[in-house]
Nanobody, 123 residues
Framework: QVQLVESGGGLVQAGGSLRLSCAAS????????MGWFRQAPGKEREFVAA????????NYVDSVKGRFTITRDNAKNTVDLRMNGLKPDDTAVYYC????????????????WGQGTQVSVFS
């Protein structure tokens, strides 16, 4: 069982930055791939970024490449999403998730989910 709690969302002007953090419970955190997803109003949940259990591999949706960075600290049981150059299209609820299948891009491969944190970007 893994419990995930996100923090760091907020309201920011376009071009600004935010850092989302996800704190995980459980001793086996380092065994799971971790991902960030987002869901905007009226849209389906979308993959944003994923990181392997060791942190050695990452993957991003094309729309955030070069702007967002996912990292993890297995000693602290945390995974962060650093977001730079934010755009109004990045406005969504952002979810942290854990996958026993590794650093997956498909949401159905993630078993545990956080409650989400709101990110709002205004122009």
């Amino acid at each position: 069982q893994v419990q995930l709690v996100e923090s760091g969302g907020g309201l920011v002007q376009a071009g600004g930055s935010l850092r989302l953090s996800c704190a995980a419970s459980g001793r086996t955190f380092s065994s799971y791939g971790m991902g960030w997803f987002r869901q905007a109003p009226g849209k389906e949940r979308e993959f944003v970024a994923a990181i392997s259990w060791s942190g050695g591999r990452t993957n991003y949706v094309d729309s955030v490449k070069g702007r967002f960075t996912i990292t993890r600290d297995n000693a602290k049981n945390t995974v962060d999403l650093r977001m730079n150059g934010l755009k109004p299209d990045d406005t969504a609820v952002y979810y942290c998730a854990a996958s026993p299948a590794g650093w997956a891009t498909y949401s159905n491969l993630y078993t545990w989910w956080g409650q989400g944190t709101q990110v709002s970007v205004f122009s």
